[in-house]
């Protein structure tokens, strides 16, 4: 059984079918009423045909069965049912045609905004339709013998200009229509087509009825020809539509309509002449307008480029430059503030650098999407290169829209991005500048300039604070200027240190609990500087991590303890393990097994004298790389420590996966065993009874009195190490010590 097409199965679709029907039934009746020429069969004007082809452009093909019915219709009371029939197939295959031809080697857009389209509708498919039709239908009448074949040319010629009109001037005008109607055209531009149209009813119509008396019958129809020149300059395809059609009117009403009208015949060069006028009138016009538009499109498209991201389409820094300029003058008058988020992808770079540059642009697109998504429409979204993207707000309250708007950004990101079947979260930080309207009011315009550039800088300023505190997203303020400013200038003093040797280690004493013996010390990095002397390095771990420098100072520790290390043996002292800290990013580095290794050759230090001191979050970070890592290090004879053990969230039976020798109870919970007895000696004691439980050594540090190295005691602590038995000492003084076995206090 054959499958009809769903669409059969559709009302819609036959309803279409039947309001097509009438539609073309109504044209039909109109056109014979109007203009019946040859033998009352053929018309001079045949609007049914222009309708056929936009109903077929604008709706689809499948409605083809409205024309032959609405032909049908329209011709069975003169003709025999088969000629009317034949009328009816001739008309639906000369739209089909039309349709055919227009859709042919591209696409057709009804908008006729460019020349081939209108090329392909006035010098193709209007002509060609109209012959098919024309040809079909008098072959029809003479074979029927409706009409003497003697008449063939002339009714062939009529039919097919009759045809042409009702192509050119009423199919674009209806598929126009319906463009525009999407395009919404300004107040302006309806009143000056209303004016134009009036005005070409005034030239013409005026002049020709104080000519009525005189029965001319020849009114100066080339006289709207300068109005559609006009419409097609100023108003485009519709505005040409407009006058095409309203030229057709008036020139139909003039000559057929008062012909009607009066009851006389109408010369077959007075038809002729004045379907050509009405067929030479359109086409100029629509090439105008299609030129004209295919102009606008290439600026528009150099516009799009210019102003418009590639890889995101977003608008790019150009634009927002500009958009900050226009709000700040905007803002100046109706008192709206400003806010712009700037926000940047956190490691980003290691996406592109692991994935490829692709897998990075489809992050990028996806993240411009789900920004998209977080605001309102009328808010303006930049990406301004890089992974960085910029939202601009104005409004009463802009500054809470933009917290809003920032905590939906961050909301978003959560969802993982799928990149070849693994899943990746991306997260990121957003830094606000808010302008207040109150500020602007004072501005001129080229200070304007200076405050979107201001903050565009506080913006950013606030999202680098907001990456370096893991905040998500913060609000400028004038006091991150000042940090931003001193960063920057430590920075690059930091990058100095390691080249001209400030750095220093520091060591400190390790004591036995039981004997006050030393049993080791743990090395401390400090920095000389040369204004500012001695600088401790919670003021400087931190930017070092950051900006990566902590992987050449990191092994320098490492070197400079092993080497003093050689020393203290070459002086003839005992020589106690010394302890190294290891921060997250040495520890994630892939080589950092063959740097310890080539620091322990070279010193010829054995492993077992080493130890290396992992915070509890570093190990916490990634279980499997840490349980292999510390296997290795393990394996070596280093010995491995956790230390600030309580500040993260581990257990210690979590810790029971990892192949460590000792935890160190960080100094907050020392500390608090005078102050807060109840709860830091309850954490204590459990961790001392649970490490001893799984062989670990615990070592307790910032260990500043007496009553605090009694407490340890009791609950049997094995390591001591705080300001009681010594604070961090230079190599020399801790070698004094070394060799008394004891420090200098007790
Ligand atoms: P940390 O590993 O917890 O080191 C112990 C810190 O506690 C040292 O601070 C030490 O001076 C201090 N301290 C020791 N006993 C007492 C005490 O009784 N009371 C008080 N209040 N504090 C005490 P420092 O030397 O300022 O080092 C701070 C942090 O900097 C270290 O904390 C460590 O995380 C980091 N650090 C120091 N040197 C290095 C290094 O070479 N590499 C790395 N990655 N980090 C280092
Ligand atoms: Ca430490
Ligand atoms: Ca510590």
Redesign the pocket.
């Known amino acids: 059984m054959m499958r009809l097409p769903a669409y059969l199965h559709q009302p819609r679709y036959w309803w279409g079918v039947v309001a097509f029907a009438l539609i073309n039934l109504g044209l039909a009746k109109f056109g014979l009423w109007i203009a019946p020429f040859v033998h009352g069969n053929v018309s001079a004007i045949w609007p049914a045909s222009g309708a056929s082809i936009a109903v077929l452009v604008l709706f689809g093909r499948r409605y083809w069965p409205g024309i032959f019915v609405g032909e049908l219709l329209a011709n069975v009371a003169t003709l025999s049912l088969p000629v009317a029939s034949i009328f009816g197939v001739g008309d639906s295959l000369a739209a089909l045609l039309a349709w055919l031809l227009l859709n042919s080697y591209k696409t057709f857009r009804p908008q006729l905004d460019t020349i081939s389209d209108v090329v392909k509708l006035t010098m193709l498919a209007a002509p060609a339709a109209a012959l098919l039709a024309a040809g079909i239908g008098v072959v029809a009448l003479i074979v029927s013998g409706d009409m003497p074949s003697s008449s063939g040319y002339s009714a062939l010629g009529v039919w097919w200009l009759g045809d042409m009109v009702g192509n050119l001037v009423v199919a674009p005008a209806i598929m126009l229509f319906y463009a525009c109607y999407a395009a919404r055209p300004t107040r302006e531009q309806i009143t000056e087509t209303m004016l134009l149209l009036l005005l070409m009813i005034l030239v013409v119509v005026l002049p020709h009825l104080q000519w009525y008396g005189l029965r001319n019958f020849d009114p100066q129809f080339h006289l709207l020809f300068p109005f559609v020149v006009w419409a097609a300059l100023r108003l485009g395809g519709f505005g040409v539509a407009m006058t095409v059609l309203t030229s057709a009117s008036i020139a139909v009403a003039l000559t057929l309509g008062e012909a009607r009208w009066l009851g006389m015949a109408i010369p077959y060069t007075e038809v002729a002449h004045l379907q050509t006028v009405l067929v030479i009138i359109s086409v100029p016009g629509f090439l105008i307008a299609a030129a004209l538009a295919e102009h606008g499109h290439a600026e528009q498209r150099y516009l799009d480029i210019a102003y418009h991201d590639g890889l995101t389409g977003l608008l790019n820094r150009n634009s927002l430059l500009t958009q900050l300029e226009k709000m700040a003058e905007v803002t100046q008058r109706n008192g709206h503030d400003i806010a712009l988020l700037f926000m940047d992808l956190d490691r980003f770079k290691n996406i592109n650098d692991t994935l490829g540059h692709d897998m990075g642009d489809l992050v990028l697109q996806e993240f411009a999407q789900r920004i998209k998504k977080s605001v309102r429409s009328e808010d303006f979204v930049a990406r301004l290169g890089g992974d960085e993207f910029t939202v601009l707000i104005s409004g009463l309250q802009a500054r809470d829209a933009a917290a809003a708007i920032a905590q939906k950004i961050l909301d978003t990101m959560r969802a993982p991005v799928n990149l070849h079947g693994h899943e990746y979260v991306v997260s990121g930080s957003i830094g606000i500048a808010v302008l207040n309207a109150t500020v602007t009011q004072q501005l001129s315009k080229s200070s304007r300039t200076n405050v979107a550039q201001e903050l565009m800088r506080q913006a950013d300023t606030a999202m680098y604070r907001a990456k370096r505190n893991n905040a998500g997203f913060m609000f400028f303020n004038s006091s991150m200027d000042i940090n931003a400013k001193l960063q920057l200038r430590l920075e690059n003093a930091l990058r100095l240190a390691l080249s001209l040797g400030q750095f220093e280690l520091y060591y400190q004493p390790k004591v036995s609990t039981n004997s006050e013996r030393i049993v080791g010390c ?1 090395a401390l990095i400090r920095w000389r500087h040369p204004t500012k002397g001695l600088v401790e390095p919670d003021k400087f771990i931190g930017v070092l991590e950051s900006i990566g420098l902590i992987l050449p100072v990191g092994a320098w520790t490492l070197r400079v303890a092993c080497e003093q290390m050689q020393r203290w043996r070459e002086q003839g002292l005992f020589v106690q393990r010394v ?1 190294v ?1 290891l921060s997250m990013r040495q520890f994630l580095q892939p080589d950092l097994l063959l740097m310890i290794d080539k620091v322990l050759d070279d010193t010829k230090i054995p492993a077992n004298l080493l130890e290396l ?1 992992i915070t509890e979050s570093v190990a916490m970070s990634n279980a499997q790389l840490t349980v292999d890592t510390l296997t290795a290090l393990k394996q070596r004879g280093i010995y491995i420590s956790i ?1 600030d053990f309580g500040t993260g969230y581990s257990s210690l039976s979590y810790l029971k996966r990892f192949p460590i020798d000792a935890v ?1 109870i960080d100094r907050s919970f020392t500390q608090d065993l005078e102050h807060d007895g109840d709860d830091a000696a309850a954490i204590v004691t459990a961790t001392i009874r649970l490490a001893h439980a799984m062989n670990l050594s615990v070592v307790a540090e910032g260990v500043e009195n007496y009553q605090q190295r009694d407490f340890l005691l009791k609950y049997g602590c094995d390591v001591l190490q705080g300001y009681y038995y010594s604070r961090p000492v230079p190599a020399d003084e801790y070698a004094i010590m070394l060799a008394r076995g004891y420090c200098h206090v007790g």
Do not use: I, L, V
């Open positions: 743990e302890a800290n001191e230390d160190k």
